[in-house]
């Protein structure tokens, strides 16, 4: 059977044919018969031998400890060459349980018995916590007597397991160890008791799935003792006695998911490599500034802050930030979310708390050229407003280099006006509004001298009011889309609703945009139902001199309408010049 097991992994290793022997052909031929017997003939049971030594070490490192062990009887010359393979793996039921032997002597005869130079990998895997719980340090201990890149050490619990911890004492790992380099540990039986930090110069990554640890200086003397640390994955239930999981030294992209853990000092020792930084669920408290020289992109997804001095001090501490997305359900302890980086040019802002709160966000940034925020404040899916709730506020002071803005769902009451947003976005080339108002104030004596590309959202009355002034104020527009979204809030209104007093009442003086400018219209999701809506259609169509292409994007036909739609197409078309090319496209397509 061991043999069978090597001539499959042979095949596995592209290793076809030897002696002219088809390994697949006498693969089959022994999985069709029964009763143990041989491949085709006796000396396929030493054909393997045939292959060189390093790629049948190869094969046999792909096999458990068992398997490999059992080789030496297959003739003298694998009696030692077992011994040679590099890599040891031991999986619950492997090894036979009623042996009188204990595991952990089998595990060390294997271990002792290794001629590698090097161990390249030790398993201990699916062990069942009664077959190791006496000697688990003594079976660390022999394999770190050699040089080990990889550990691996996965115990599970007994039906009858009486709830003690295997504690795992400091002079384990405390030993120097410069050639261990990936170190994975999973029990929820494993107490980690460092008194003092560990010596692991070479462990580049380190998973840690429900190991606990006996406080607080376990953590940091285990963390701090990983120098070059990459990589770390940690799963965890419980704390034990240990209250804070603090990381005194990161260099990598960091990613976890589950409940809130608390970072202190955690970035605030000085480093030069980090470039990208990504943070989800957790509490962050500095009460420092960082030093991340390097740090061009941050990402702050779920992430709450201690207080305002905490975010300034993460930010204030990136000096080359490029990048930063923060997305977050209002700001916990922090009332003002400040974002001042001199050096940021892209930032995006998700905000999708439902409910009063007493903060908001003011922006600082010189640099900014692509700015993307929704929802702040947001009454999503149709929420209802109170016009006594407070919903923050919404201040940019300073972003001269504008090139691109997204305002999405963002509520407009007294506190936050859009006069004041667009008038920190006149440097702007394209321009994407959905504002959820209460009170909207359009902008006066504002001009969007660079504007060539605006996007408007059509769900709300005050929409046309909105888009009166930007065409006045927007002399060089080329491109206009409408869209209605109001299915996504459910707040498509039942009645159609009279055009904002703004709209109707227009000076006769036509929009320079339109008569010089503008060369694509599009409205996605037409209200066909909405009348009045029509009206600003035909404007546009009759006074657009250079329009080239009109779009209009609508449900699928309703039979039932569709007259009445064709009636609406007629009048449409009658107002737009020769040169424009009207096109009418269902929105499924």
Request: aromatic residues 10%; negative net charge.
């Amino acid at each position: 059977m061991v043999i069978f097991r090597l001539v499959k992994f042979a095949i596995a290793f592209g290793v076809v044919e030897v002696e002219g022997i088809n390994l697949l052909s006498a693969t089959m031929e022994y999985e069709s018969k029964t009763g143990g017997e041989n491949l085709r003939n006796q000396d396929v049971m030493d054909m393997i031998s045939e292959l060189p030594r390093d790629l049948i070490i190869q094969i046999l490192s792909s096999l458990s400890t068992k398997d490999v062990a059992a080789t030496s009887v297959l003739s003298k010359s694998w009696r030692s060459l077992w011994k040679m393979v590099p890599n040891i793996k031991f999986v619950s039921g492997y090894h036979d349980k009623t042996e009188s032997h204990r595991f952990s002597e089998i595990v060390c005869k294997s271990l002792l018995s290794c001629s590698s130079p090097v161990l390249e990998s030790l398993y201990l895997v699916n062990i069942y916590e009664s077959e190791a719980s006496d000697d688990i340090e003594i079976l660390i201990g022999v394999a770190f007597a050699r040089p080990v890149r990889k550990l691996v050490l996965e115990l599970l619990l007994n039906k009858d397991y009486d709830g003690n911890l295997i504690r795992i004492l400091p002079s384990v790992f405390s030993s120097c160890n410069n050639t261990l380099e990936i170190l994975e540990l999973s029990s929820m039986v494993l107490l980690l008791d460092f008194l003092c930090q560990v010596s692991l110069r070479s462990l580049k990554k380190l998973r840690l799935v429900y190991v606990e640890f006996k406080d607080d200086k376990s953590i940091c003397n285990l963390l701090c003792g990983c120098p070059i640390l990459e990589d770390l994955v940690v799963h965890r239930r419980n704390n034990y006695d240990a209250e804070t999981f603090t990381m005194a030294h990161v260099f990598f992209d960091y990613k976890y998911e589950g409940d809130l853990i608390r970072f202190t000092s955690v970035f605030c020792s000085c480093n030069n490599t980090l470039e990208i930084l990504e943070l989800s669920t957790m509490l962050l408290d500095f009460p420092c500034r960082v030093g991340l020289k390097s740090l061009k992109m941050l990402h702050l997804i779920n992430v709450k802050f201690r207080d305002e001095e905490s975010v300034c001090n993460i930010l204030c501490g990136c000096p080359i930030l490029e990048d930063l997305t923060v997305n977050q359900r209002g700001n916990y302890d922090a009332e003002t979310f400040t974002i001042a980086v001199p050096s940021l040019q892209r930032l995006t802002i998700v905000d999708t708390f439902l409910g009063k709160v007493s903060g908001g966000y003011v922006i600082n940034a010189p640099s900014l050229k692509y700015l993307n925020i929704k929802g702040v404040g947001a009454e999503w899916l149709g929420g209802i407003i109170s016009s006594g709730e407070d919903y923050g506020f919404f201040l940019i002071e300073n972003a001269t280099e504008l090139v691109e803005a997204k305002i999405i769902g963002v509520i407009i009451d007294i506190h936050v006006h859009n006069e004041d947003i667009l008038a920190s976005l006149t440097s702007v080339k394209r321009l994407s509004l959905d504002f959820s108002p209460l009170k909207i104030k359009c902008p006066t004596g504002i001009t969007f001298y660079q504007l060539v590309s605006l996007e408007l959202n059509t769900r709300k009355t005050e929409w046309s009011n909105l888009l009166a002034r930007m065409l006045d104020n927007s002399p060089k527009l080329q491109i206009l889309k409408l869209i209605y979204t109001g299915h996504e809030y459910n707040d498509r209104p039942i009645f159609p609703f009279r055009l904002a007093e703004e709209w109707k009442q227009r000076p006769k003086c036509v929009p320079e945009c339109l008569l010089f400018h503008l060369v694509t219209f599009q409205w996605t999701n037409y209200p066909w139902e909405l009348k009045e809506e029509l009206e600003v259609a035909k404007y546009i169509l009759k006074n657009a001199r250079w329009l080239k292409k009109a779009t209009f994007y609508t449900e699928p036909e309703d039979v039932e309408t569709l007259e009445e739609k064709r009636e609406i197409l007629n009048e449409l078309s009658s107002v737009a010049s020769n040169s424009c090319h009207l096109v009418f496209e269902s929105s499924s397509n």
